[in-house]
């Protein structure tokens, strides 16, 4: 298991895609490409993927974990520059992490940057916990799988993207 210093609120993970920035960024942002976000184990959940791709709009679709846990999450978009950043506050409301008027400030921020390499994109994902969470919950949430969740998930959109 990692062990994460206690002060350390946030990871970073990097990929190097297949793939142009444009085809990225719509793998991250359009609901009929956002099916690789789904754990491929599963099956494809009834629930359609929903975005609204704008600041302030919300992004959501189920999660099947496995067959006793399946939840909503999303995110709410803070800042969108089309094919190069996107930025959204993690969780749905009713969903995981759980992002509702009382815990929308404690919800983890995303930072999906692109970043041009000619034929390839590198991909770097931050996420970063809010400061308003105590320093033990940051640590529950680095080990309880949170970042491994995150690798997992960013190694489909690799191989969702690949030429």
């Not at 999450?73 to 409301?93: K, M, N, Q």
């Not at 999906?112 to 390499?117: A, E, M, P, S, Y």
Request: aromatic share 8%.
């Amino acid at each position: 298991m990692t062990h994460y210093p206690t002060q350390e609120r946030s990871f970073t993970l990097t990929r190097t895609l297949a793939s142009s920035r444009h085809a990225v960024f719509t793998a991250w942002t359009d609901p009929r490409h956002l099916g690789w976000f789904h754990n491929p184990d599963m099956p494809t959940p009834a629930t359609p993927i929903e975005v609204d791709l704008r600041v302030g709009g919300t992004w959501k679709q189920q999660m099947i974990v496995n067959e006793e846990l399946s939840y909503p999450t999303g995110g709410i978009y803070l800042e969108i520059v089309p094919d190069e950043r996107l930025v959204f506050r993690w969780g749905a409301v009713g969903g995981w992490p759980e992002l509702d008027g009382v815990n929308e400030l404690t919800a983890p921020v995303v930072t999906v940057q692109l970043n041009d390499l000619g034929k390839e994109t590198e991909l770097v994902l931050t996420v970063q916990f809010s400061e308003h969470l105590d320093i033990e919950e940051v640590q529950k949430l680095m080990l309880g799988g949170t970042r491994e969740g995150w690798a997992a998930t960013v190694d489909r959109v690799k191989e969702s993207t690949a030429l």
